[in-house]
Every structure is written in C-alpha cells, then in structure tokens.
C-alpha cells in the first residue's frame, strides 16, 4: 500500500467507486438520515457505538460526536485547551469494562472523562525513520478493545498491534513482521475479539488476516492464497457460528471455516442480481435479531446476507429518493441495544428502525397510465381467492384492482350499453363472497344498491330499492356488507340496516321506528283517508312540487289536517294551511311531527282545529328527491297519504282525536337510520354503530334491539354519531365516535371514552384495524394512531405528514388488513398502506442531560453546584437565590425517538406526574427545602422504564430565613417592644407628675410661674422624643446609593416637625438587578418611627426575592402577625434589570416616567392598600422597558399635599407639569428644583408631613 496516499483511499473510496448499477430496494426497508444539516459535525462517518448508557457515538472525519436521538454534540480539538480530544479525525470508540470511553484517532488515544466531559489524551513513541509522507499516522489508533483487565489492545498503522496498561499508562508494541522494512506489514487496521478463545485476538494486515495469542505473545497467520488479496484487508469479524469474516480492500468479502481451512469468495456478478454489491467490503455484522442474517458494508452499497439461502440484497443511495441510504460506501454497521441498525457512511449517518412503519401513499396521477384512477377511495378490500390482489372502490373511477405482483392496476367500470355491467361508477363497500369460492364479489354502489360480480363470468346483477316492494332494500346507498358466522349478509345502508338472505334472495329491513300516534288515531285516520271525502287534498305529490288548492266553509267547522312529508331535523316536503289573505294559520312542523313508517324521514303531522266560515287555501311544497313514486328510502305506510289533506269531523271523532293526539308509541327498534358500521361480536351478539342515533346491539335470537346514546351521565358513549367498530382479540368491544374513542364494559353496561386530551390526535375515529401483534390502529381526523388494547395506561402513538402518512381525510368503512400483515385506509386522496414495525419490548434508558439556572447551562466546577455532569450527579446542594432553574432529559432509545414518551414531577412540589413532551422541566422560586426531581420514559410503543432517572436537591434557606435568625428577630422585636413600654412608662410617669405639679400650683398663689415651667419642661419632653424618632427613621436609611454603571440615582428627605414615618431603601441582587423602595408609614412620631423599623427588616428579608408580589404578601403577613392595630404601610418598589423594570404599588402615590426620546412623562398609578391591611389583596404589577435619557421619579405625599397660607395643596399636577420641564436635567438638579419648589410655597416653613424623593435616571 502506498502511504502517501493512504489519506485519499480512506475517505474518497465513496467517490471513485459510484456506478450507475441499481439494484432493486427492499420497499419496507426505510433508511433515516443523519447529516450535517441535523448536526452531525462531518459527513463521513467512520465509525458507530453505543456506550453502556445508551448514548451513540459517532467518528466522523471532523470530530466525535455523542447523539441522544434529538441531537448531537460535537467534541473537537481545542489547541488552546489540553483537556480537549487530541485529534478531529476520529477512527474508533470503545468502552472498557468499567465503563470508560476510549477513543482512537489520527494523533492517538483519548480517555473521555464522563464527569466533567473532557478528555485526558495518551501518545505512544513514534517509530524512527517515518516517511515524511506517512507522517500523520504515526500515532494513529484505529482500532480498540479489551480482552484482560485494565489492558486494552489498539491497531496502528507502524507499531503493530500495541498494547496499553490502563493503570501504568504504558504502551507495548508487537509487530507482526519485526524484520520487514517500515510498509504494509505492521500495519493492523482493525481487531476483533475470537468469539469463543478469550486469549485471542483477530487483525487484518496487509493482504491477509492473522491472529494473535494474548497468554503467550504469539502470532499465527491464517493460510490463505496469496492471489486472493491485492490490497489490504480492512475488516475481519468472527462470527457465533465459527466463521471468521475478512473483508478486503480490492477482492470482495472472505467466510473462512477455521475447522477445515475452507473458505468462500463473495464477490459482485453482474447477472446475478442476488450477489455481493461490491469488491471493496469494509464492515461485516451479524444481525443480533434474525437468524442467519448478516450485515455487510461496501463502496458500493448496503447488502443484506441471507445464509440459508446464500444470497444478497443490496441498498443503494437514490438522490432523489430521502429514505435511501446517504452514500454507497458504507464506512462500519453496528446494531444497537433496541435493534435499530447504524450504517455510517461516506455521506453521513444512516439508520434502519424496524419499528418504524413505512407509510406509502397511492393516489390518482394524471399523466400516469398504471394509477389509481381516482383518489375518492370509499372501499378497500383483499381478495379471497388471491392474497396478491386488492380490490379498490372509487367514487366515480368504479372498481380498481391492484395486482402486487407487477404493481398495476386494471378497472371495471359501468357501460351504459352493456346491462351486465357495473351498475354504477361510485362504489361505498366492497365484499368478496368465500362461499363461492372466492368468485363472487358483493359491491355497493351509491345511488344504485347491491350489485353481484360474477368474476368467472364477468357479469354483474344488481339488487336495489324497490317502492311497494318490503322485501327489497330500504335503500340504495350501502356503506358496509357483512356476512355474520350463520352466513346471512347484513347490510348497512343510509336508511336502516338489512338483512340479505342470498338463497331466497329476500331482504329484511331493521328500520328506525321513531314514535308514532297511538293505534286509535292511526285507525281513525285511515277511516277518514278511505271513507269520507275531505274538504279539500293535495295528495300523491312528486319531487319538485308546488301545489295550492282552495276551499270554503260556511259555518263554523271542527276539522283535522294530515299531512305528511319529508323532513329530517326540517321539514323538506310540507304543507300548510292559509286564509284568504295568505296569512298561515297553520304549518306544517318537524319537531311535532311523528314517524309515519318506513324510512325515518317519512313524517305524518296531524292537528285538529276550529276554523271560522270562510275561504282557505291548501299548499304544498316538495324538493328534489324522496316523493311519491320516486322513494329513495322505504316508503311510509299508507304512502298515498302523501301531500295534505282536511277533513271535517263530528263530535265522536273529535273526542277521539282530543283524548290520544298528545300520545304516543315508540316500538322497540335500531337506535338510529343512518348505518356506517356492523360487527358480529364473540356471543353472536350484532352491534351497529349508527350517525343519528348512537349504538344498537341486536339479539338476532329475540329480535329485540337494545340501544346506547350519549347522555349527561358520566358512563354513556361519548356521542350519537357513531363511525366504526371493533371486536379485539381479547373481546372487548370499541367504539369510534365523533367524540373520541369508546369502550364498551359489559359487566357495567356502561363505556369510558378518550379523546385528545388523552393523547388522541383527533376526537373523530373513522376505522379500526387490529395488527398481528393485537394493537389497534385507528384512521382519525389528523393521521393514524396506534394503542395496545392490553395496556391500561392506553397510550397512543400518533402517526401524521411528518412520518409520511399524507393525507388525513378517511371514509367510513375504508380499511382492510392482508394476509401478509399489510394495512390499508382510504380517503379523499386516494389510500395509505403499511406494514407494521416490530414492536420494541425494551424500554429506554432515561438520563438528565441539562441542568440550567436562570436560563443558563451549569458545568461542573470548583464553584459550581455540580461538581460531575448533572446525568452523572445524584445530589445538588443549592442556595436561597437559585431557586429558579430547570432540567432537560431524554430516553436513550432509537427506535422513533421522536415519538417516545415522558413524564417528569419533584416530589415535594408536584402532586401529579406531569406531561414531558417538551423534554423541559422549569421551576421557579420554590421555598427553601428537600425535593427530588424524577423523570420517567416509555419507547415509541409505550413501553416504560418506572425507574427513570432522580436527583436530590437541597435549597438552603437565606442567612436571615434560618432558624437563628428568626431567633433574632424574636429577640429584636421583644426588645423594641420593651423599649416603646420603657418610653412609654417614662412618659406616663413625667405625665402624672406634671399633673400633680398643675394641680398643687393651682392651690399656691405663685401658680402662674409653676405652670409656666410645667409648659417648657413638656415642650422640651416632646422635642427629645420627636428628635429620638427623627433620628430612629433616619437610622433606617440606606448610609450610602448604590452606584450602578447604567443608572444615576439622587434622593431628598425632609422630615416634618412631628416625625411623619417616609423610608426609601435600595437593594442590589448578585445578578445585577436593583430594588428600590419607597414608603410611607401611617400615623406619626415614635409608631411611624416603629413601623419603619419593621419595613426595613422585612425589605432586607424579601429584596432578593425577584417576585414583588410575593414580597407584598410576606410583609403584609409578617406586619398582620405583629398586631400593630391601624398601623399600616404604604409601599412603592420597583425593580430595574438591564432595560427592564417592574413596579408596584401599595397606598402610594404615583409615581412618573419621563420618556427621554418622546419627552414624555408617564404617569403609572395604582389602585391598592398598604401594606398590613389585608390579606391576599390582588396587587398589580407593571412591566415596562427602560431607554438612555429615561427618568424616574419617585415620592412621598409630602410635596403634593403641601399646604400654604391660603390651605391650597401644591398637588400632583404642578409635580407632573415641573417634572416634564426639568426632567433632561440630572437627578442632583430635579431634586434641588422640587426641594425650592416646596420650600417657596410654605414660605420656607417646615413641613406638617415629611417630603421624600427619589430620582433615577438612564444614563446613555
């Protein structure tokens, strides 16, 4: 082999070796590809693994690459970082026996450190005297394993096969040919461990394999002809048969039999379809789940060999066709834990999912001569006597017969000339008769009935609805035929359901009997109708119809009007009666009508009335369609009542109709007309699924019906329109309804329902179908799902466009399974079949792969919270301000990943388990304690893994919400108490002295000097106790602003002669965001004094916390279970991070936002109480965004409600208008302008309030 160009033969094999020879496809092999575009680093992948946690692992040309089934992470070399791989182009991966990642790579060996995701990188000595062109590969390992403990074996490209000692960090070499010249004959490209000899190691090398004794150090080649290798061998695998596999660079694929010594040459034939696609076989495997099957990896596609019958199947890559391999040169294969195969190859990374259900889609194509003809696909069925023929019944193409033998169709269609032919071109149903031996086929056709398909003879003879005739069908429109196990067929027609006895050629019908008048007035009515001639009729009346016919009576008459029409939930064909000005006196009504027999929109209405003398007119209206001799329906009883007509009436007749026309009959029948689906269930027991009534369930022994309608009650079917039925294997009974799924409980009479908020991806279930394997597929609304009917849990996967189902607009009744397996719907746009996958018993592994905190990713470190990967950590420890964070997770199972299953819940927190589709569990601000976060995970067939992955976390309380501190406060708050009853108790006590001081001075005659002294020494008493509670409010004041790169903040404080309770206070978070309070306390002197005092304690506790409204509540609670009384606080907070603010009132003014770009002031107030007065008060929060040159100011009432000489207020709107006049100024400068402002209007008097502002301005 020439090294200078060993680089160009290992990845550019794929492009010299493309034929234009392509071998048939396996139709239900679906390739999904994996390339860069999905975040694959490189497209020439070079090797596949999968690691012990479920990961797969992918070596690309550029990089490695770990994948959980929804994306990738690259590890790439960084020459800036020691701890990053050694090398981008990656050659082999293997984990050693304890778990650990080692990866081979153009510059050596690499050890992936899973904790903290770095790597540590070893190096062996390189060989004396490299050619310059070979240089790259003298680190090269392209290939690892393990046989003992802590050793691993490694191919390289100079040094032989090389041995690493896992704990010395030592490297051995052993050279298969130690006196050959540096070349080909030390090369080792791949290992591979003896299936059965654990002392024995298999490599290729150059023109041959060989293998190596690890116990004694020995070499042993395998006698092959010399002339059966022109290059080198680049894979060999030993199989569980014994065989050992070579495959070779130039020769084809080698089986040798080590017991004989014989061997057997695969390579490609030309004629002969079924052999090896290509001379150049990198890969060999041996499939895990069928028998006798391997996989085998060329430059010039996929082969699939069978070893019974010696044969090949080959897979190329098609361009236009997504669902082919990517690339022809298929690199390495490997079969993960679920089955799902990986191919990686020149063009990215491929994978075969047998669960996955290859969806094809048959529609009509124009231009095309072999298609569906039309896309209206109503009936599908799969012959009796040939299982490679479908039957197709289109709505207007006629009957398509699929051959899937050589994939054509053939059509039978309706000839106008040929009275043996198809009745008509839309067929609703389709069955073939297996009495006949298969050659009958039974088809319903819309509009036209039953018609009978000789198939021998190719004749057809056509049953349809027949007026007069009770033995013929009710009507012409048939969605399903049905033959039940006494081999009666059963008919369901869009007017009741029949009964087709096919000897005697004799229909019964099993009609909707809707209530009636009771057999008195039915009796009379006849009477009338057959013995007296009426005032005036309109009788017998055709489609389209417009009749008026006129009478007159002379005295006041008693008379009775029948009338009877088409209506169904309206009245279709009605009449009435009017006066002589057109004005209606009487009409005909649906809701008051009853059932006149026959089929269920035949309606006869009846209604006695006193009529003055007079002249009245008789009309009559019908529409197109059911009307006297031209019924598409079973005609009613006594059809030629049809029309209107009035009789007069005696006294005896009246009594008759007056004492039964309110009553009424309802006989025992089907629940509804319109039929769409039949089934015999395990008992002999027929249930039919009706749209217009619900469910019926007919005991054929009895003849008796008993019917199931939707209800208020908890338990009834979910709705009246009823599309399909379903008999499983293990008997229960299934409902599709328009509402969902329903199944029916025997024991209990009663049905439990799914719809969407279940998981369903439609409430309308059109058909079922049960597969080999027991589940149920279901044609819905939007797409098709699947459920097992064993599982209680009943969990649906969802098939939709996106896994190439494209259409989802079904036909009732349009479904059939084949012999194969093979499934079918119909629909509006032609017919989706599919086989379905293998089902996946083995449930996935389920790992959290992020933890974030506030939106951000946590690594591991020497600070950080995790100190391994959080899918490694059990544990987290974390403080009071880190409470907001969230977890990603995922199920490590390939099989349709995208459709497996999560539900995630903290224990502690969460009552239920919660739906994790989104693979993403935020939480924010929980309470300081112990949780568990757990996530748990089923398969893309619902198989679930209960254990799941947990972890532990600790939130540790603030400094000031531990016990000790609360201890602290305990103690504060006693001691305040005990110094306001110390002042307090002075203040009594210098009281009654005064007192007794006033009242000795009035019996002295100097009392005008005492009283003088009484006076100065209480106003001295009253100036120490205001300066000590100016002094405690100015205590609680920050002693210094925070000083903000982005913000520029003043504030002004005066207070008043008599303390009046103004705090403002400021709080930076350590992620930057500011908390700045203003308050004002009620009352005044040492309470406000007290009252300020508490604010700040609890302002310092909930600064922190990022929700004001919490903050609200928490003082508003702490303040209530102080019991100041009336004492209360009037609080405005707001919060400033990066552009962003939030505010929110409680009692305070308002306050104003001066808009630097439109110089603007804003003013934002808010409707609330201070804090302290009630509990859970709904306060307000506004959010707003914050610009360079925006303002804010902030204030007390002190200003506003200033009062001058004159007892005017100075008020908010001189503020507002001051404000917007000076508000580009600086904080410094609008703060001495309101300061002057207030100052001038009290004439430079002190304040009776305190005056507070605080002003903070967006710098640029």
């Known amino acids: 082999m020439n090294l200078g160009k060993f680089p160009q033969i290992l990845f550019c094999f794929a492009l010299l070796w493309i034929t234009n020879n392509l071998f048939?496809?396996?139709?239900?092999?679906?390739?999904?590809?994996?390339?860069?575009?999905?975040?694959?680093?490189?497209?020439?992948?070079?090797?596949?693994?999968?690691?012990?946690?479920?990961?797969?692992?992918?070596?690309?040309?550029?990089?490695?690459?770990?994948?959980?089934?929804?994306?990738?992470?690259?590890?790439?070399?960084?020459?800036?970082?020691?701890?990053?791989?050694?090398?981008?182009?990656?050659?082999?991966?293997?984990?050693?026996?304890?778990?650990?990642?080692?990866?081979?790579?153009?510059?050596?060996?690499?050890?992936?450190?899973?904790?903290?995701?770095?790597?540590?990188?070893?190096?062996?000595?390189?060989?004396?005297?490299?050619?310059?062109?070979?240089?790259?590969?003298?680190?090269?390992?392209?290939?690892?394993?393990?046989?003992?403990?802590?050793?691993?074996?490694?191919?390289?490209?100079?040094?032989?096969?090389?041995?690493?000692?896992?704990?010395?960090?030592?490297?051995?070499?052993?050279?298969?040919?130690?006196?050959?010249?540096?070349?080909?004959?030390?090369?080792?490209?791949?290992?591979?461990?003896?299936?059965?000899?654990?002392?024995?190691?298999?490599?290729?090398?150059?023109?041959?394999?060989?293998?190596?004794?690890?116990?004694?150090?020995?070499?042993?080649?395998?006698?092959?002809?010399?002339?059966?290798?022109?290059?080198?061998?680049?894979?060999?695998?030993?199989?569980?048969?014994?065989?050992?596999?070579?495959?070779?660079?130039?020769?084809?694929?080698?089986?040798?039999?080590?017991?004989?010594?014989?061997?057997?040459?695969?390579?490609?034939?030309?004629?002969?379809?079924?052999?090896?696609?290509?001379?150049?076989?990198?890969?060999?495997?041996?499939?895990?789940?069928?028998?006798?099957?391997?996989?085998?990896?060329?430059?010039?596609?996929?082969?699939?060999?069978d070893l019974n019958t010696n044969t090949f199947f080959a897979f190329k890559s098609d361009v236009h066709d997504q669902s082919t391999l990517s690339s022809d040169f298929v690199f390495d294969i490997f079969q993960d834990r679920t089955g799902v195969l990986w191919i990686a190859t020149a063009g990215g990374l491929d994978k075969i999912d047998p669960g996955r259900v290859p969806f094809r889609n048959y529609a009509h194509i124009p231009a095309a001569k072999n298609s569906l003809n039309e896309n209206d696909v109503y009936a599908l069925l799969e012959s009796t006597k040939d299982d490679e023929v479908l039957w197709i019944g289109t709505y207007g193409g006629g009957i398509n017969r699929l051959d899937a033998t050589n994939n054509s169709f053939t059509y039978i269609k309706h000839n106008p000339g040929n009275l043996n032919s198809l009745s008509g071109d839309s067929i609703r149903s389709l069955y073939q008769d297996p009495d006949d031996n298969g050659e009958i086929l039974w088809v319903g056709v819309a509009g036209k009935g039953l018609d009978r398909y000789d198939l021998k003879n190719k004749k057809f003879e056509n049953y349809s609805y027949q007026s007069g005739n009770p033995n013929s069908l009710s009507s012409n429109t048939i969605r399903q035929i049905y033959e039940t196990r006494d081999g009666m067929l059963w008919l369901a027609t869009a007017s009741g359901l029949n009964k087709f006895d096919r000897k005697k050629e004799i229909f019964t019908r099993y009609l909707l009997q809707d209530t009636t008048y009771v057999a008195p007035i039915r009796k009379l009515l006849l009477t009338l109708h057959s013995t007296k001639k009426p005032l005036q009729s309109i009788l017998k009346v055709g489609e389209s119809a417009d009749h008026t016919q006129s009478f007159t009576i002379s005295q006041k008459t008693s008379v009775l009007i029948a009338a009877m029409g088409e209506g169904q939930d309206d009245m279709y064909d009605h009449g009435w009666l009017e006066d002589s000005d057109g004005k209606k006196i009487w009409i005909m009504d649906f809701d008051e009508s009853k059932h006149a027999g026959g089929g269920a929109k035949n309606r006869l209405h009846l209604k006695l009335l006193e009529l003055e003398s007079g002249q009245y007119n008789l009309r009559y209206v019908s529409d197109i369609g059911h009307s006297y001799s031209n019924w598409n329906v079973a005609e009613p009883i006594n059809a030629s009542m049809w029309g209107i007509q009035v009789f007069e009436i005696n006294n005896e007749e009246k009594r008759i109709i007056s004492q039964n026309i309110n009553k009424n009959e309802k006989p025992n029948s089907i629940a509804g007309s319109n039929i769409s689906s039949i089934i015999e269930d395990g008992y002999g027991m027929l249930w039919v699924a009706t749209q217009d009534g619900g469910l019926s369930k007919l005991d054929r022994k009895s003849g008796n019906f008993t019917n199931y309608r939707s209800s208020s009650e908890t338990n009834s079917l979910s709705n009246n329109i009823a599309f399909s039925l379903h008999e499983d294997n293990y008997g229960s009974l299934w409902i599709g309804t328009q509402s969902g799924l329903n199944k029916f409980d025997a024991a209990t009479n009663s049905f439990k329902s799914w719809t969407t908020k279940d998981g369903l991806p439609n409430n309308a279930i059109i058909n079922f179908l049960e597969d080999e394997s027991g589940k149920i597929w279901m044609a819905t609304g939007n797409g098709i799902t699947k459920f097992d009917p064993n599982d209680e849990s009943l969990t649906f996967i969802n098939y939709g466009v996106q896994d190439g189902v494209k259409f989802d607009q079904y036909y009732i009744g349009s479904k059939t399974r084949t012999t194969n397996g093979s499934m079918f719907f119909g629909g509006r746009s032609g017919f989706v079949s599919f086989k379905p996958g293998k089902n996946n018993p083995q449930p996935p592994h389920t790992l959290i792969s992020d933890f974030q905190i506030f939106n951000q990713s946590v690594l591991p470190g020497k600070d950080s919270p995790l100190q391994k990967h959080i899918s490694e950590t059990e544990s987290l420890e974390l403080s009071h301000d880190q409470n907001v964070f969230s977890f990603e997770f995922t199920a490590l199972h390939y099989s349709r990943p995208e459709k497996n299953l999560y539900l995630f819940k903290m224990e502690g927190f969460d009552k239920d388990w919660i739906d994790g589709t989104r693979r993403f569990a935020p939480y924010t601000n929980l309470d300081p304690g112990k949780y568990t976060f757990q996530v748990k995970a089923a398969n893309s067939d619902g198989v679930w893994n209960e254990k799941g992955a947990s972890v532990n976390i600790t939130i540790h309380p603030p400094w000031w919400r531990t016990y000790w501190a609360y201890g602290g406060y305990v103690f504060l708050f006693l001691g305040i108490i005990f110094a306001i009853d110390r002042i307090q108790r002075r203040r009594m006590i210098i009281k009654t002295r005064e007192r007794m001081k006033i009242q000795a001075a009035e019996h002295r005659a100097e009392s005008a000097e005492l009283q003088a002294r009484a006076v100065q020494a209480e106003n001295e008493r009253k100036s120490k106790e205001l300066e000590e509670a100016r002094q405690l409010q100015l205590s609680m004041l920050p002693k210094e602003l925070p000083q903000l790169p982005n913000l520029d903040i003043a504030v002004y404080m005066q207070t008043a002669t008599e303390v009046g309770g103004d705090y403002y206070d400021f709080h930076v978070s350590l992620d930057g965001t500011l908390t700045v309070v203003i308050g004002d306390a009620t009352g005044h002197g040492m309470k406000a004094g007290t009252m300020v005092t508490t604010a700040k304690s609890l302002f310092n506790s909930y600064a922190p916390n990022p929700d004001i409204l919490f903050s609200f509540q928490e003082i508003t609670r702490c303040i209530k279970q102080m019991n100041f009384g009336k004492l209360s606080m009037c609080l405005t907070m707001l919060k400033i991070k990066g552009d962003k603010m939030q505010i929110s009132t409680a009692g305070m003014p308002p306050s104003f936002i001066f808009r630097g770009d439109t110089k603007v002031v804003e003013e934002h107030l808010f409707k609330a109480m201070p804090l302290g007065t009630m509990e859970k008060f709904p306060y307000e929060v506004k959010d707003t965004t914050l610009k360079a040159g925006d303002t804010i100011l902030l204030m007390s009432d002190g200003l506003p409600e200033l009062s001058n000489n004159s007892g005017d207020m100075y008020g908010y709107k001189k503020i507002r208008n001051g404000f917007e006049d000076i508000a580009e100024k600086s904080p410094e400068e609008i703060i001495t302008y309101l300061k002057n402002e207030g100052s001038d209007w009290v004439n430079h008097e002190a304040p009776d309030d305190d005056v507070t502002f605080v002003v903070i301005k967006v710098k640029n």
């Open 24 to 305: 048939a496809q396996n139709t239900d092999v679906v390739f999904e590809r994996l390339n860069t575009s999905h975040g694959l680093s490189n497209n020439t992948a070079q090797r596949v693994f999968q690691d012990s946690k479920g990961f797969i692992w992918v070596a690309t040309a550029d990089g490695l690459n770990r994948y959980d089934g929804y994306s990738f992470k690259t590890f790439r070399n960084d020459p800036q970082d020691t701890t990053s791989i050694i090398s981008n182009t990656i050659w082999s991966i293997y984990e050693d026996r304890t778990g650990n990642i080692w990866i081979g790579s153009e510059g050596g060996l690499s050890l992936f450190v899973r904790e903290t995701e770095t790597f540590k990188n070893f190096i062996y000595e390189a060989m004396p005297n490299i050619p310059e062109q070979a240089i790259r590969w003298v680190a090269a390992v392209f290939s690892i394993t393990q046989l003992e403990e802590n050793v691993l074996w490694m191919g390289t490209v100079f040094n032989g096969l090389t041995k690493f000692d896992i704990t010395t960090k030592q490297f051995t070499h052993f050279l298969p040919d130690p006196d050959a010249p540096i070349g080909n004959s030390n090369i080792v490209i791949w290992l591979a461990n003896d299936y059965k000899d654990k002392n024995t190691l298999w490599f290729s090398i150059d023109r041959g394999i060989s293998s190596f004794n690890t116990s004694n150090n020995t070499f042993k080649n395998v006698n092959l002809p010399k002339e059966l290798f022109s290059g080198q061998v680049w894979e060999v695998y030993p199989d569980s048969k014994g065989y050992i596999w070579a495959g070779t660079e130039k020769d084809g694929l080698i089986r040798l039999n080590l017991e004989n010594d014989e061997y057997v040459l695969f390579t490609p034939d030309p004629t002969n379809p079924e052999s090896i696609s290509g001379f150049g076989t990198w890969a060999v495997i041996e499939d895990k789940n069928e028998t006798n099957t391997f996989w085998v990896g060329t430059r010039n596609g996929l082969n699939k060999y």
